[in-house]
């Protein structure tokens, strides 16, 4: 233990206070709190939208909403978890960690900071403001394949523009990242030091780069197409449908590592601390995160198998999607192995880490058959891929994501949270999201198409259960918003150290760490890295 | 602690169990619940199904080695047994080791799926063939040898049992959501080809028991093939997000042997004539009523809805509206029922004279309309040449 930093700096400063300090800030620590809390207000948005699509799939029949309020639930439920909830989420950790864990005094561009997290409440007050526009919001699925989304009424150019503000503002955040991490980090920091955290959130920004202006792209196109006269996905006028759905799963399968990367930096940062046990295969971490990152920009068709591609086509992408499952298994692997004779205590932040490995990797399972083509031709736009996508984002990213929270809680407010209610958030969560989400896989199976507002009888069963997971799902995630208000008015006050087994630069700083955190670069050694 | 470990057994049992039923008795299961996916009845189908069994079973057992190990760790390497951390960071050995396994089983079983995508590629040899359109919200059917044409609506019953707090329970629908007006009917042993594209926005054309679903776009021919082996009914629905109508647009597929597949063929063609043939006579404001009615519930309720209100802001009011009721108003009423207007189909293609008569004349006298208009096929006939 090295004891480098100190709260003296902070009163040489002169930091703005009350609304000023949130609404100009340009401090690291400040706008990775504000992303945080952005976060969790759409992940209850979202949430209570997802509320509106279990009850009325409770039972066979209309019970609840129309068809159309029904597709928009099932459209704005996913733009507002994935560009609202998980993506911010993410970023807003990189705000907060990653100046911290390479021993810089801020982000590399605080100002570009500031705007990247103002756009976003400005981009879903265009979105959500459309559920309350004559016509509704958008309802053609978040996927806004022409032509159905064409015929979207006064929402459309609010979504269109929405998902443009949201790419700017990831845009700039990305900069940001790569911006820090390449600049700024302290002395003995080399590359092959950094935290895994560090490293994967490095090569999501590059993903993130090369991917969101392709979304752009796309839907500048559609918002031509529908105002002004161009035809580039309308077969009547010599445009191709299925080519914006090339262009979206070009960002889209990337986007999906966008959301998912981050997590694995998290859990290969908590794992190690609770087994008390160097990261095994550190390098091979770092290469199996780049090779998924390349790999994802080469199976973007996969989400398109059903669309009549040529079977050359169709055989390229369903081998390149199989190949995924080499470096994420390694990953699997080294995470199983670190844990392999460690010394292993379960905190909350463990726990959930260790129930992303399982639960994230049932999701990889499930993607792997949806990867074979000739029977995906049966799994695709069934609930067995509503089952995966939730294996691989509820329980894996936003698990990852709670877990990241418990683990970082008390270093961010200088009070321990209650570990026993946030034992009872885990196990609630744990047992509610697969009660959730596991009796969808059969429902898939058994045929049931997604996206629709009711089905036929013989699939009454399974989604009376999967509604009840559902709601209980949706209440224990009150308990978190309680944990985290408990934890930053008091409580247990926290070390410098927090946890006995963490490892780097940012549990040498005290809890919660200075204002500016490393004003003097640590100096970063071997020892301080290691066990 | 303690009780920790007794939730930590409880989920694991209770994972073990749930796993079990699902992975070692699917076809007990399948049978009670519906909860794996159907063989099917064409050899196509029962090939997707072992490749689909094939591969859950092989990510079972990766999953019970892996999570096994995880939990033996769990177990024993816990910082209360009192044991000391290993130090060790990574063995380039066990890491070759475990790139290469992965490997060769993804090989493995890309092998067997190569050979069964180019045999649901090929759609040569064919004897039939089919041309499945998709529309907001139904489906046509083209037996393109035959020149036959044929429409697919919800059922009447599903579509009273689905509106919003009909009362009706679905159950006493027959087939709720599954079943259709006018049925697909194939022969049984013969190879057919199944073309789909669509008139409108995307559909996907998806009957489990074929072992495919394939999107219906508009612009673009896709090609497929079925040979079904057993008679029978096989029930499937639209699989690509195509608007509010989406859970509403039903396949029903109906197997019968050649002979009887003949028949049916001549006995529709001539039903078709004489529901075309109609288009000479007049009707009585009753006559047209009753028929319009029915025509309204397969392709007018969705979007303008069971009280004629439609939906503020997307789908105009029928009920009070001027092009419903003023009389100035009958040709270009008809007119757009015939070409469509925005996002309105134009149903001149699908909709024979009487139909058309029927249906106007229906909403022209329905709900608070009470115009007395009655509109006749010769009318229609009509509107459609100028």
Redesign the interface.
Known sequence: MSTIAHADHDHHDHKPTGIKRWLFSTNHKDIGTMYLVFSLIMFFIGGSMAMVIRAELFQPGLQFVDPQFYNSMVTVHALVMIFGAVMPAGVGLANWMIPIMIGAPDMALPRMNNMSFWIMPFAFALLLGTLFMEGGAPAGGWTMYPPLVLQTGKAFPYLIFAVHFLGISSIMGAINIIATVFNMRAPGMTLMRLPLFVWTWVITAFLLIASMPVLAGAVTMLLTDKYFGTSFFNAAGGGDPVLFQHIFWFFGHPEVYILALPAFGIVSQIIPTFARKPLFGYASMVYATASIAILSFFVWAHHMFTVGLPINGELFFMYATMLIAVPTGVKVFNWVATMWKGAMTFETPMLFALAFVILFTIGGFSGLMLGITPVDFQYHDTYFVVAHFHYVLLTGAVFALMASVYYWLPKWTGNMYDEKLAKIHFWLSTIFANVLFFPQHFLGLAGMPRRIPDYSVQFADFNMISSLGGFAYGISQLLLVYIVIKCVLGGKKATGQVWEGARGLEWTLSSPPPYHSFTTPPKVTKALMEY | MHL?KN?IRF?SNFTVI?SAL?FLSPNILHAA??????QGATPISH??YN??MT??YV?TV??IL??G??FW??FH????KG?????????TT??VI??LI??AI?VA??IP??K???R??DTSKSEITIKATGYQWKWKYDYIDEGLTIYSNLASDSVD??????G????TAD????NTDTALVLPVGKKIRIMTTAN???H?W?V?DL?????A????I??NWTVINKEGVYR?????????????MPIVVKAVPEKEYQAWVEQTKVALNSKNSDGDKDFTLAELKAKGEGVYKANCLACHQANGQG????FPAIDGSPLANLKENIPAHIHQVIYGKG?MPAFGEQLSDSDIAAVVTFVRNNWGNKTGHVIQPKDVLAARKK
């Not at chain 2, 499937?236 to 509403?248: R, V």
């Open positions: 920790n939730i989920l749930l699902f619940w519906g909860m794996n996916m159907t090939d997707v490749m689909h591969s859950l990510v990766i999953g892996v999570f190990v995880m760790s769990i390497h816990r910082k209360s044991v000391k951390p290993a130090k060790f960071s990574h063995s066990v890491e475990w790139t992965p490997f993804i079983l890309a799926a190569t069964l995508l180019a649901m590629d049992a689905s509106q919003r707090n009909s009706i329970d679905p159950k087939n709720y959501l599954r409108d926005v995307i996907a998806w489990p072992g495919w679903k394939r999107d776009i508009p612009g673009f896709n090609d499937g629905q639209c699989a690509e997000i195509c608007g509010k109508g989406h859970g509403y939906i503020k802001g997307v996002n």
